[in-house]
Structures are given as C-alpha cells and as structure tokens.
C-alpha cells in the first residue's frame, strides 16, 4: 500500500490516514466522551459569550445588535493584537481569553479558508460552546475536526453552515438569527435551515407563543451538533414546552431522531408535543439542494420516508413553517383539530435501525452511478473516463463490465449520523434491490478502514473465500480511501465484479468536495477536469451571480426565486409539479441577486408567473421590494410576478410593491401567495 503524502491544511501539515493527530489537548484526550458536552447547549442570561475574529466587519455588526438585545459578550480575539473594541477587551489568543474573559462561549466569525483553525483553537483552549456560522468550510478538515471533538469531553460545537443557537427568554444570542423576530416564549426550535428556522419563529410569535431555546444544527454534511442531540436538550430545558423540529433531506439525522422520540415517549408519561417539518420532497435526484448536505446517497431515506419516520412516532407534520404556530396551539390545548398534518401518510412501524442496517426507501435510484448530475457550487462530480483514469493512475484492475461475473456495490463516503468516513457496500447493484442491501462500516478518519472493516465487507459481498480475492479487495479499499483523502472526496462509488480470484472495477462515480478549492485554493489540478460543457447554461449563469439555480424535469410553469436553501426547497415541495426551478439567492437577498435571478428564470419558457418568495430576516423586506421594482422595470418581464415578502419590513416592503404601478402581487400569507400564483399559472 503506496504512503499517503500530507495535505496541506491552512499553516500546518496533517497526515490524515496513518498519522493521528498529535496535538495536546491538556487532560481530554483521556475522557473520550463528546457526549458529556450537551449540557454546554443550554445557554442563557448566565452565558458569558466571547468572539474570534471579533473586530471583523461582521462581528462588529452582530456584536453591536447582540449587545443591545441584552447578550453578554466579554470580549474577543484578533490574532496577535491586543486592545479594546466596544470597550471590550481584546486579546491576542483564544488560551488567553479564557484566561481572563473566562467565557462559556465563543462564536466565530472568520472566513471558511481560516475557520478550521479557529475551531481548533477554541477545542484545544477547552472553549465549553464554539458556535461556528460560516459555510463552505472544506468537508475534510471539518471530518479532521470531529475525529478531534471525540477525543474530549469539554468543548460542545454548533454549525458549520448555521445560524447559531439563541435563547430567547435568557436574551443570549450566539449566531446571526434576526431579532425582530423573536420574542421570549414556550417553543424550542430545532432546525437544519436558517431561513425556516427564521419563518417558524416568526409564525410562533403571532401566535403568542414565544420560544426558549432555538439551536440552528445548520445545513453541513457533518454538523457539530445534530438533531438526536439537540432534542436530548430540549427535553430537559424548564423554558421548553413544545419542540419545533425541522428537517431536510440528506442523512439519516430524522429517523434518528424518530427513534429518540420512540424511546422518549415510552418513558415519559406526559412528552412535550413536537411539530416538525421536513423540506426536499420534490428534490430531483442526485442534485445537491443549496445546502452542503441536502443531498441523498444509497441507503438514505428521501423526504417522504423521513416525514412516515416522524409521523409513526406521533410527530405532527406541517407544510409549512407559518403553520407551526396554530399547529402548536392546537397541541398544547390538547387537539390536533384543524391543524394542516401529514399524519395517515405511512407509518415506519417498529423498524429499529442499527449502525450497519440500511434504511429500505421507495424503489428509486439516487446513486450517482444511476445519472451523471451536473455541477453544483459546493460539489465537483467527474465523469466515468477521469474517474477509471485515477484509478488506473492509482494501480488498480479496471475496465469495461464483459457481462461476466456479479456486479456489486462498493463505496468510500460519509455516514453522517458518526460523523466519519464510512465504506458502503451491497451485493447487488440492481435498482430494486440496492437501496435495502446497502451496508455502511464506519472507520475513524485518523487511521483508515481497518482489516476487521474490509473483511465484514467481503462477507457482505459475497467475495469468495480465496486468499488472492480478499487480498484485491483489500488492495482496493485501501487505493478508493487514498484517493477520497487525497482528492477530498465525499463519495466514491464503484461497480466492481470478481473474476478468477481477483476483483475488477467496471463502474466508477466519484464527487469531490469544490469547497476544498473554492475556500482554501486546494485541489486546483482537479478542477482542471471539471467539463462545463455538459453542464446546463442557465445554472453556470447562476453559479457565477452566487446563486443556485437548479432546473426542474416536468410541465411546471411557475419560476421561484426564493432566499435561503431551505425556503427554497419548501416554495418548491408547496408548489407540487408547478415549480420549474429551485433557486436560491443565498441567506441574504440583495437587488442585484433578485435582477440576475429574473434573468436566469426568464430563460425558461415554460414560466409563466414568478414566484417570489422572500423572508426578511437578515434582509430588509423594503430593499428587496425596491430590488423587485428596479428589476421589473429593466428587465419588462413578459409574465406577472407574485411576491410574498415576511419579516423584517415586511409592512413597507408589500406596500412599495402595492404601489408600483406594475403587474406585480404582493402578499404577506403564504397560502394566498401560493394560490394566486398557479391561478396566474394557469391563466
């Protein structure tokens, strides 16, 4: 087995599969329990909140309003410098801001490329809660991270790729959630989206129910903290009354959770009611949905199976997030009447899962072998050609399929619920069949699969039992795992068959992570093989504005334009069949990024109504209608426009549009929103 070379990650070398990390992390190296940090989540008026990267514009901002709202933020870092910024101090290291700040909390905010670092640091000060918002942190260094995190029992992380966490009855913000919205309450609020995190708070508040404690586990491959986990807190938080719970597809995060709820309510004789939501439902396979993770792999559930999951275990289902607060009411005055559920759509039984069972889902093919997908801003998927090409550079027996022999399944990827690389693994690779015969083998990301890994996988496979097959097979593992580390890939998928004692590769997908080039400059010789030419011109149009534009197969004809992955893929799931896209303008909307998004929908013509649907968190809802305005004006749109602006300015933005004088409809209820565009739709 050829060595492994070092990969360079910011200013230090780490050897990622025969090396541990050797770094001291003073006495937690020895208490092997990540678990033992949940208690850290449970922030409030007590929490003594410091920042990283704390005179940087963006701190600067949210340090301000977070001041004023009533957090108690101490001080912060700027590397090298020491000071005073807020009349805070400011100090040159995070060991010495827990010296003398002695905080219980840090939030980070440093650009992804510099993040990895940062959250290093704060583990290694033994910082209790490190909450990091930013996205696009390489998924490599955050799975180098998590191999770090479960060595020790005193640093707790949120995010990446997340609004944060917030108590809003202990007036504690850690994050960037926006403030209006909140108000000190009841409802604890679990959530993989920002946006429809956002919404949820929103809809609770008009029904004068307030939240306690809200924890954004945010959109990541592998999140710092995940749902199972942030329920466990819930639970055992006086402030919370009822749980919103909101999902998405990628992982197996929600059946997870639908098993802690199983158990949770088999033990507690009056539960706290949960309403949940899960967004994805009309995902087009093989796509990645906004979100680093929102994407499916073989022997993940789809949306659908996550909501049978949650509904069996007496969770109600909404469709949308401003339904959270009548549905809430409806369960804590003792009825489900009235309230807009999915429950009767199917029922996951009794079904326990374990750590190599897979999940059975509906007869539909996911695997990125079954379709080439085209590029996306966080993902870099290679043909068939460049794939067998990195293998044969790699050493490995590959080729065409000659009909001979039995084609299985064999990948290297994630499994998001141990938060590490995994073999995946199934004696068939017929459509029928590989989704409920799908095995995953979790290996620790510091070492590499292990021997005892390599040989339940043959069994699994089927692999004879000659010495010289187990060997290839062996060979073979070892080179995929090479190159998934070297490459920083997030899966590699194989058709392999066995013939005459050795193990060949007939089939081969392999998708790498882009945020690893994006951020932090790496990987630049394989972008080079990046092939645009089979890749659709209107989403290059939109990658190159910072938008995601996916378009939709079907006989839709409403175009949306909505801000935040999570909100997108829910305008999309709420509209059925009658979206033609899904695209999102990214967390914070702006007047340029609303003209480039009418641009690239226009395109299409099957759209004959816009759909825009914007939540004003972050964003002014009267900046976005001047944005809709002054794009409506430029670009004279052939089709009418339905707006739905909520939230921040949500009074002054509908009014601009009111006013327009243009073929422009404004709402501030979803429901009405939705149903004037399919009548427009359908004019």
């Not at 590959?398 to 001979?404: D, I, N, T």
């Not at 069949?433 to 292990?450: A, C, L, N, S, T």
């Amino acid at each position: 087995m050829r060595v492994v070379q070092p990969i360079r990650y910011g200013p230090r070398f780490v050897v990622p599969r025969q090396q541990a990390l050797r770094r001291n992390f003073g006495t937690t190296v020895r208490l092997q329990s990540y678990a033992d940090t949940l208690p850290n989540l449970r922030i409030g008026a007590h929490t003594r909140v410091m920042f990283q990267g704390f005179t940087g514009k963006q701190a600067t901002a949210n340090a301000k309003d977070s001041i004023a709202w009533g957090t108690n933020i101490v001080g912060g870092v700027r590397p090298g410098r020491t000071g005073e910024h807020f009349g805070l101090p400011v100090l040159p290291t995070v060991q010495s801001a827990m010296k003398e700040l002695k905080p219980d909390a840090t939030a980070i905010y440093v650009a992804a490329h510099q993040a990895p670092g940062a959250i290093e640091e704060a583990i290694e000060a033994e910082v209790p809660l490190i909450v990091a918002v930013a996205e696009h942190i390489p998924l490599h260094d955050m799975l180098r991270i998590h191999s770090i995190l479960k060595t020790q029992s005193k640093s707790r992380l949120v995010g990446p790729n997340s609004p944060g966490i917030i108590s809003a009855v202990g007036k504690c913000r850690i994050g960037f959630q926006p403030l209006p919205c909140f108000s000190p309450g009841k409802i604890g609020i679990i959530a993989k989206s920002g946006t429809l995190s956002y919404e949820t708070v929103a809809s609770t508040t008009r029904a004068g129910l307030g939240q306690s404690l809200c924890i954004g586990v945010g959109g990541d491959i592998v999140p710092g903290t995940d749902l199972r986990e942030a329920l466990t807190v819930l639970e055992n938080d006086s402030d919370t009354e009822a749980i919103a719970l909101i999902g998405e597809i990628g992982g197996l995060g929600e059946l997870d959770a639908a098993e802690w709820i199983r158990d949770y309510h088999s033990r507690t004789q009056s539960p706290k009611p949960i309403v949940g939501l899960i967004a994805g439902i009309h995902e087009p396979r093989g796509r990645i949905m906004g979100h680093a993770g929102a994407f499916t792999i073989a022997g993940e559930p789809d949306a659908k199976e996550k909501i049978e999951a949650l509904v069996s275990v007496g969770v109600t289902m909404v469709t949308h997030p401003g339904q959270f607060g009548e549905a809430f009411k409806a369960r804590l005055g003792g009825s489900t009447h009235g309230v807009n559920s999915l429950a009767g759509r199917g029922k996951l039984g009794n079904q326990r899962r374990q750590i190599h069972t897979a999940v059975r889902r509906p007869q539909t093919r996911t695997r990125f072998l079954a379709k080439p997908c085209t590029q996306q801003r966080r993902h870099l998927t290679l043909s068939e050609d460049d794939c067998m090409d990195l293998l044969r550079e790699a050493g490995l027996n590959c080729g065409h399929y000659s009909g001979l022999g039995t084609r299985r399944f064999l990948a290297i990827g994630v499994d998001r619920s141990t938060r590490s690389p995994c073999i995946l693994a199934a004696p068939t690779v017929d459509d029928d069949q590989i989704e409920k015969m799908v095995k995953r083998y979790p290996f620790d990301y510091r070492h590499g699969p292990d021997e005892l890994a390599i040989e339940r996988v043959a069994s699994h496979l089927h692999i004879s039992l000659k010495e010289s097959a187990h060997e290839s097979l062996r060979r073979l593992v070892h080179r995929l795992s090479d190159i998934f580390y070297e490459k920083e890939a997030y899966l590699m998928e194989t058709e392999i068959v066995e013939r005459l004692g050795e193990i060949k590769v007939v089939g081969a997908r392999f998708g790498f992570d882009d945020a690893a080039y994006r951020s932090c400059g790496r990987q630049t010789e394989l972008q080079k093989l990046r092939n645009t030419a089979v890749e659709d011109a209107s989403e290059l149009e939109a990658e190159k504005s910072g938008i995601i534009y996916i378009k939709l197969e079907g006989n839709g004809t409403i175009g949306t334009l909505v801000n935040g992955a999570g909100l997108a893929m829910n305008t999309v799931d709420a509209l059925g069949g009658h979206a033609t896209n899904f695209l999102d303008t990214g967390g914070k909307a702006t007047s340029e990024t609303v003209k480039h998004g009418f641009e690239v929908i226009l395109k299409d013509p099957r759209v004959r109504v816009i759909f825009v649907n914007i939540f004003g968190g972050l964003t002014l809802g009267d900046m976005i209608a001047n944005g809709i305005i002054m794009a409506f004006k430029e670009l004279s749109p052939r089709v009418p426009v339905v707006v739905r602006i909520r939230g921040t300015n949500e009074k002054e933005g509908q009014k601009l549009i009111e006013e327009s004088g243009l073929p422009l409809y404004a709402f501030d209820d979803f429901e009405a929103a939705k149903a004037k565009a399919i009548e427009l739709s359908s004019a």
